[in-house]
């Protein structure tokens, strides 16, 4: 049946993205992207205008890459976090205020959002399902005992 599909297919995306700073690397990804996305300048003026105009498509592209690769290697996601926030923030100078401020914020919140990502903290739903049932044990009353010899 294809709901049982989209099911599985959903089941397992969710699996892969628990195992993962997918928000991190998805924000910053998207912030090279649009950063990238501001740049007006042709390539021919770019060079023209020097190390400043390369560095205006190099730093973009570096929080493009980082972005990715923290999505594809969370194991070395503190490297990725640190040259992504370091990239953003060079984006103010370089590229047209980091994207007209909206590409910089991105990078910068995705690339703490890797940094603090931690890969064997507990997920939301079981930490609720645990509270819930320490809770009901709580206000359950305790099971009477019986003493031997005595009918049930």
Known sequence: MPGDRRGGFRAAFRDWRSGRPFWGGLLLALAGAEVLLTMKASLKVVLHVGMQGVAGYLLPVVMLLCGLLALVNPSQRLFYSLIGVLASLGTWVTSNLGGFIVGLLLGCVGSC????????????RDRRRRRKAARTARAAPPPLERRAGEPA
Do not use: C, T, Y
């Not at 959002?113 to 939301?124: A, I, N, T, Y």
């Open 113 to 124: 959002l890797v940094f603090g990502w931690l890969p064997d903290q507990e997920s939301r």
